[in-house]
């Protein structure tokens, strides 16, 4: 079975704190894991992917096959980073279907 | 706008009615998909088309849910005599074949079963 698990609904730092979102996921062959973001009256979009290991908005993730983790992860927090944060996997290959974490509302405090 | 369409964007109904939502995804994009997102919850995926093939459905996907995308294009997707449970946000994403895992979501339609 395919499982996201973002154990965190809420999460608020305050604006220049470091900022972590975890993600666990449980799914037996070599997923691809997703960050998807949505914004405040904005559509849901992609953040970041695993298999691009980039930055985006100085956000980075990391996958951990050990631990089955894929956290989300910013050194400083801006106050633009205030949304709905989902983790996503896709499972098999060739499947297309995303799962998606229960998600983490992120909010930056002044 | 160029992203994915979808309309209406609220529709409150009473249970037992039929309702149909659309979809118009990204003109160049081949690949659609419909998910269900309750409230506190993650989109969940219903069903996916490759042009106008359906090639997966979930169990989400009873008999009362049929979605179609006869020309490859636009879909919809319909709810038959629906029931309060099927109170939802009703989301469509579409992407192209070379970057499938990018998946570009549209606005959602809120549905509300009274």
């Known amino acids: 079975a395919q499982r996201v698990t973002q154990p965190e609904k809420l999460l608020s730092v305050f604006k220049g704190a470091p900022v972590e979102l975890k993600c666990n996921y449980s799914y037996s062959g070599s997923p691809e894991l997703f960050w998807y973001v949505q914004y405040s009256r904005q559509r849901l979009q992609l953040l970041l992917r695993?298999?691009s290991r980039e930055s985006i908005k100085g956000f980075t993730a990391d996958l951990n096959k050990g631990e089955t983790s894929f956290h989300l992860k910013k050194p400083f927090a801006q106050e633009e980073d205030s949304a709905m944060y989902y983790c996503?996997?896709?499972?098999?290959?060739?499947?297309?279907?995303?799962?998606f974490g229960q998600g983490t509302r992120l909010t930056i405090n002044p | 706008d160029t992203g994915v369409s979808q309309d209406p964007r609220h529709k409150i109904t009473k249970r037992g009615q039929n309702v149909t939502f659309r979809c118009d995804p990204i003109?160049?994009?081949?690949?659609l998909y419909w998910y269900r997102q309750t409230l506190g919850q993650g989109p969940e995926f219903l069903t996916y088309?490759?042009?106008?093939?359906?090639?997966?459905k979930s169990r989400l996907l009873s008999d009362r849910f049929s979605a179609e995308r006869p020309k490859g294009s636009f879909s919809t997707l319909e709810i038959q005599r629906t029931e309060q449970g099927d109170s939802a946000m009703y989301l469509c994403?579409?992407?192209?074949?070379?970057?499938?895992?990018?998946?570009?979501f549209g606005p959602g339609t809120r549905l509300t079963v009274t």
């Open positions: 695993h298999i």
């Open positions: 994403a579409s992407s192209s074949q070379g970057t499938a895992y990018e998946q570009y």
């Open positions: 088309f490759q042009n106008e093939a359906q090639l997966e």
């Open positions: 996503a996997l896709r499972g098999r290959q060739g499947a297309q279907k995303l799962v």
């Open positions: 003109s160049e994009h081949n690949r």
